[in-house]
């Protein structure tokens, strides 16, 4: 596959694109020359990022839970009516954590694995026969600098991170003999809304910011670096702060003085 040099004429479709790290994406998409697919929950809310981008008329607002197979396979049906490809999926749509595991609840580790991890692979099954049969194309998976890690109160969610990244892996080695790629996004702390929207051990949203997310990368920042890298077919891409990338680094060379670390900073 050649490296691309602009997105112009790419059809772009984003989960989890009504705001944080889909909607950031999608403006780097946009500015790039994609048609950007902006699929999340709430229709209302797609279509106020639609109209921000640049040419808000080549973009497709498309609501769908992504945990509703019946939802998901509609939105399919609809991108393909309407651009006739996909040249990306950028797996986005995702919730966080914020409870140790001894306050968490079954039904709450449920529910992030079911977000985290089952329905990036249901909506990635569906569109895969499309991809085969281009014999082009990109398939991207926003996993997380705490899927490479494992922190405290981030359990559930670092589990679920790192199963994509893992299934992501496997996706590439079987359908590389198509011309069709998979690249893995980890981001460390990002400025957006995930703190506020991260569940508690009984479920809840926690309903505030954290001090590292607050202090973290600008969104579009770190849109542009992915963007960036997703055209340059890099496959495992790490996005966020030194002390971020500091850390991958060590767990990799030296994973017990990581964990050493990690257990005198109680990151949360």
């Not at 994609?34 to 699929?39: C, G």
């Not at 981001?187 to 508690?200: E, Y």
Request: glycine residues 8%; proline residues 2%; contains cysteine.
């Amino acid at each position: 596959m050649a490296k691309l040099t602009t997105l112009e004429n790419k059809v772009v479709w984003i989960t989890g694109a009504s705001s944080g790290l889909g909607k950031a994406l999608a403006r780097e998409c946009a500015l790039q020359g994609a048609q950007v697919i902006l699929t999340a929950r709430r229709y209302d809310e797609l279509e106020n990022v639609r109209i921000s981008l640049f040419k808000p008329e080549r973009h497709l607002s498309i609501a769908a839970d992504i945990t509703d197979e019946v939802q998901i396979r509609h939105a399919y049906v609809q991108v393909l009516e309407e651009k006739g490809k996909i040249d990306w999926l950028i797996n986005n749509a995702g919730l966080s954590q914020r409870a140790l595991i001894q306050d968490t609840t079954m039904q709450t580790e449920r529910a992030i694995m079911e977000i985290d991890y089952f329905s990036q692979v249901y909506l990635t099954k569906t569109v895969l026969p499309t991809f085969i049969q281009q014999k082009t194309g990109r398939i991207a998976f926003v996993s997380s600098v705490a899927g490479l890690l494992g922190t405290q109160y981030r359990a559930s969610y670092s589990a679920a991170k790192a199963a994509i990244h893992m299934w992501a892996n496997s996706l590439r080695a079987e359908i590389a003999q198509f011309g069709v790629g998979v690249s893995v996004i980890f981001p460390g702390f990002v400025k957006t809304n995930v703190s506020f929207n991260a569940l508690n051990g009984e479920g809840k949203p926690q309903g505030h910011q954290d001090e590292a997310i607050e202090n973290g990368l600008e969104a579009d920042e770190f849109a542009q670096e992915v963007v960036k890298a997703l055209m340059q077919e890099q496959e495992y891409i790490v996005v966020g702060g030194t002390k971020e990338k500091l850390g991958v680094l060590i767990s990799r060379l030296a994973p017990s003085l990581l964990y050493k670390m990690i257990r005198k900073m109680k990151v949360k």
